[in-house]
């Protein structure tokens, strides 16, 4: 078996964001489940570079729009292998060899006729990128984007798309899988109800210049579904690789509702006037919303990706996403939602699970699986379910539909840690009639980690190595990567030797500060600033020089009553204050007498459990997450108080 999966390509007018990050680690854990059943896999992602919005934001910037797409697109490059999304090809539609394949592309449709020069005025929707007929809009404004369309006249290229209306219906109802979940396909089927108009395809090069260039006119380019989805195909090297020829008649594409009438209705009559078979499969999920708002950049609620795997930690992350969103519907994000999944999915259900049965396994049976003699019937409820959980599994996943996949595996380990409950190994460990049974229960206990490291390979690829190495396999070991050979039960060998590792997920505290992603913005900078803050993740100098940081002496500290956390230091910088510091956890107060710290001198007064505190001290965070230290920072040489670091 064969799977080709893409994503949309991602406009270069913004940084990668929760949006973007779903759909590409949805595509990707397709991929690594398509290859954990043995199919031959190819996972597409990349960039859209071309039209006016990303023009606009290049001469915002004040540069060529070559070298602003440039470089956003390599910041989408750049965030997902944090995520670790492990594609096969990047594309970017101002790739030569993407350029001449639309150019081809264009001339073949327009010397058979299916494209032709005419004016046209309409209702034009920047946002969207395409003219609106009068029945999409709301209250006169477009109901993606909140603003009223433009009216424009123009002579312009058409694509016959009406031509293709009535073959895409009879396509849709002949194969009920084409587009997914069905409610998509249902408001698909529902405007193809209605007689479809052609599809403008062309920019005069007066308006717009950063375009493909039209073959057959010099003064237009194309605009911009024309050169976007084309990617699609150019990602194989169509017409000639084999490439092409291998994957095509297999793709899948996954996208968000936003773009349901590009890829279920252009798309498909496109491939038609270009004389290509159409796609297998569209996938279709909901939207993100941000503790049930809209995520914009206005409100100043937008959620970055980077931000969440160094909160959550990559697994943490993936697997919260995958879980949470009913593939399809749309899901609200917030910080106590992750937080809440991560301590009682993972932390507790398969973090307490791994580490009681990696610690049972240690202390009776010298960290080595060993071999089961006496299976009870009552074993055979969790052979039978470990059967079901696979099998439920491979159904779900297959079909998109990952949360149910998740709950699957999930029900084997919630039943798992019953069943060692119910089993009490530590009781069976002191009686030595009982050290048949005693293998038995630990093996089970073994395998159900085996299937468990296995199921959640694809979602979580980095805790799934980690438990095989824990389990003393290979992390690609055919029994933890192969559904196709290692499905069934029994297959970790007798005498593997276990290995230690660190905790697979720290319970995380819910009181901690908001993350910046849920807190309103509440100053107003300018557009340009705001601009370049957004796209580089840099503060400019001006902003650093605000920050008041100094060398401070602490010469007093104690503990503050009630808090486990808190120390009071009173420091000279030179003149003396008090400052509440979070280290009690890392230090002595009689340690730190003497010291010099770098502080923040000029952060707003605070009180903390009741003590007013007038600044901040700095420290690193070291070691892993949940477990961290806090080491102070320091000058290395002593200097005076006050001192300004710069
Ligand atoms: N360039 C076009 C796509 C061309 S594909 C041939 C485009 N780009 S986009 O940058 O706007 O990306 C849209 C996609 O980003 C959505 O379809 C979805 O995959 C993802 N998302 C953006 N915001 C999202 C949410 N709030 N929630 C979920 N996914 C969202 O459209």
């Known amino acids: ?8 390509i991602y406009y270069v007018n913004a940084q990668p964001h929760l949006g973007h990050a779903y ?5 990707d854990t397709y991929a690594r489940f398509c290859r954990l059943c043995g199919e031959d896999t190819r996972f597409q992602t990349g960039t859209d570079e071309h039209g006016d919005k990303i023009a606009e934001a290049a001469a915002r910037e004040n540069i060529e729009p070559k070298e602003y797409v440039d470089k956003i697109s390599g910041m989408f490059r750049d965030s997902w292998p944090v995520l670790n999304i492990a594609y096969d090809n990047f594309i970017r539609t101002t790739d030569v060899e993407h350029i001449k394949v639309v150019q081809s592309i264009l001339q073949k449709v327009y010397d058979k006729g299916d494209i032709y020069f005419d004016a046209y005025s309409g209702l034009y929707c920047k946002g969207c990128e395409r003219f609106l007929t009068e029945k999409e809009l ?15 006249t123009e002579k312009n290229y058409f694509f016959r798309m009406s031509k293709y209306q009535q073959q895409l219906i009879d396509h849709i109802n002949a194969n009920p899988e084409f587009i997914t979940p069905e409610r998509y396909r249902n408001e698909v089927l529902s405007f193809l109800s209605e007689p ?13 210049t950063w375009g493909i260039e039209m073959p057959f006119d010099k003064d237009f380019v194309t605009y911009v579904w024309f050169d976007a989805l084309i990617n699609y195909l150019t990602g194989l090297g169509y017409p000639d690789d084999e490439k092409f020829a291998k994957y095509w008649p297999v793709a899948e594409h996954v996208i968000a509702k936003d773009i349901l009438k590009p890829h279920a209705i252009y798309w498909p009559t496109m491939l038609m006037g270009m004389e290509v078979p159409l796609y297998k499969k569209l996938h279709v999920h909901g939207y993100w919303n941000i503790n049930d708002a809209k995520m914009s950049k206005s409100v100043g609620n ?6 969440l795997v160094e909160e959550y930690g990559v697994d943490g992350f993936r697997y919260f996403a995958l879980r949470e969103m009913s593939f399809g519907l749309d899901a609200s994000f917030s910080h106590d939602s992750i937080i809440d999944r991560k301590n009682s999915d993972l932390a507790n259900d398969l973090g307490n699970l791994y580490s009681r049965s990696a610690a049972m396994l240690v202390k009776y049976c010298d960290g080595v699986v060993p071999e089961p003699v006496d299976q009870q019937p009552s074993d055979k409820e969790l052979t039978d379910l470990a059967a079901k959980v696979v099998s439920d599994y491979k159904q779900t996943m297959g079909a998109f539909e990952f949360h149910k996949g998740l709950q699957a595996v999930w029900e084997l380990i919630r039943f798992a840690n019953k069943y060692i409950v119910t089993n009490e190994p530590w009781a069976l460990a002191k009686d030595e009639a009982q050290a048949g049974r005693l293998n038995t229960v630990m093996f089970n206990l073994a395998e159900c980690l085996r299937l468990i490291a296995m199921t959640i390979r694809p979602v979580m690829p980095e805790t799934s190595a980690k438990m095989a190495a824990g389990l003393g396999l290979g992390e690609n070991d055919p029994i933890v990567s192969s559904l196709s050979e290692s499905a069934g039960w029994g297959m970790i060998p007798v005498g593997t030797k276990m290995q230690e590792i660190d905790v697979l997920f720290p319970r995380m505290d819910k009181k901690k500060e908001q993350a910046p992603a849920e807190k309103p913005k509440n100053q107003k900078k300018s557009a340009k600033k705001e601009q370049v803050a957004e796209q580089d993740d840099l503060i400019s100098f ?6 008041d940081l100094r060398v401070a002496e602490i010469i007093a500290a104690e503990k503050i009553a009630k808090s486990d956390k808190l120390l009071k230091l009173t420091v000279k910088i030179p003149e003396e204050r008090t400052i509440v510091a979070g280290i009690a956890e890392h230090y002595a107060p009689e340690d730190l ?3 010099q710290v770098i502080v923040v001198a000029n952060l707003k007064p605070a009180k903390l459990m009741g003590v007013p505190s007038q600044g901040m001290v700095l420290a690193a965070k070291t070691g892993e997450k949940g477990a961290q230290t806090l080491v102070l920072s320091a000058v290395s040489e002593t200097v005076n108080p006050g001192d300004k670091v710069a």
């Open 1 to 8: 078996m064969t799977t080709y999966i893409t994503t949309p």
């Open 23 to 27: 759909t590409t680690i949805v595509a």
């Open 138 to 152: 709301v209250d006169g404004k477009c109901p993606d984007h909140q603003v009223e369309p433009q009216a424009i």
């Open 196 to 208: 479809l108009e052609d599809l403008c395809i062309s920019r005069p090069k007066s308006r717009l």
């Open 302 to 307: 937008v959620v970055r990706p980077a931000e």
């Open 542 to 547: 001006e902003m650093f020089q605000k920050i």
């Open 593 to 595: 007498i003497g010291r």
